[in-house]
């Protein structure tokens, strides 16, 4: 998919789904010698957003007739509504993905004006006067979609008055096809059997680990496999000279679950 700022949301997603849509066709299939009953569709970080979004989307395509076994998101970032998660609140600082710099990264995908950012750092995009917002509240509530082992005693971030223009410029924060996170029930339903790796150090732990529930409450299988001592990005570092064990321990759990699965 083309990447920021040749082209802004939504062109990866729509590039994304594109693609994928023309791999499932039967002769494209057959070219490559696949067997269409065993596909997976999968990506880490942006890439675990858009691989989600694009599920989804299939998942309502009634014409498809080939369709994804699983899916299988590594550290995925689903979600813009909410950047104090008790995630975010934990490793605010934590290299690689610092919370300023992922708030960076949401306003370079959707085209914004950086001087929101220090709104959204403080959630006055999603303050209980913003109308756009109130709908989606009850889909992305980490009091009850955290184990009280990510909660710890972290607490939540309502701002009672906030911006309501940022949401009026930047809109696709509460698409779903940016935030998969924040999709109604009825498409979670349809979702393939689903693995979802997070890592403890990460601010997006909590955006896995929130899916991983929502789905499971929707009656999707779903396979959270997370890692208390890693970080995000961590499955890179596999190659000497930077051949970490965090590295190693995740991409082998990630491969022997597609071994198993797949």
């Known amino acids: ?150 909660k710890k005693n972290y607490k939540p971030v309502i701002q009672t008055a906030g911006k309501a223009e940022i949401i009026q410029k930047i809109p696709a924060l509460l698409d779903v096809r940016a935030v998969p996170l924040l999709a109604e029930n009825e498409t979670l339903q349809l979702q393939p059997k689903t693995y979802i790796l997070t890592c403890e150090n990460d601010v997006l732990r909590d955006d896995g680990v929130m899916y991983a529930k929502r789905l499971e409450n929707a009656g999707v299988e779903v396979t959270l496999d997370h890692f208390d001592d890693c970080f995000h990005g961590c499955m890179i570092f596999t190659v000497w000279p930077t051949d970490f064990y965090a590295g190693i321990q995740t991409r082998n759990s990630y491969i022997k679950w597609l071994d198993e699965n797949l």
Not at 95 to 101: A, F, H, I, W
Not at 114 to 140: E, K, M, P
Request: charged share 15%; glycine share 4%; hydrophobic share 40%.
């Open 1 to 150: 998919y083309r990447l920021v700022p040749e082209v802004c949301f939504p062109e990866q997603f729509h590039d994304a789904l594109r693609a994928t849509k023309h791999f499932l066709q039967p002769d494209v299939l057959a070219e490559y010698s696949v067997d269409p009953s065993r596909i997976a569709i999968s990506g880490d970080s942006a890439g675990g957003n858009l691989a989600a979004a694009v599920c989804q989307q299939l998942s309502k395509d009634e014409h498809l007739t080939i369709r994804p076994k699983l899916q299988a998101l590594i550290y995925p970032v689903l979600q813009a509504f909410d950047f104090n998660t008790p995630s975010y609140q934990q490793n605010m600082n934590m290299p690689v993905l610092p919370r300023y710099v992922m708030i960076n990264y949401w306003i370079d995908y959707f085209n914004g004006n950086y001087d929101f950012a220090h709104s959204l750092l403080i959630n006055n995009h999603t303050a209980l006067d913003v109308g756009q917002a109130l709908s989606f509240r009850g889909r992305l509530n980490w009091t009850s979609l955290l184990p009280s082992s990510f």
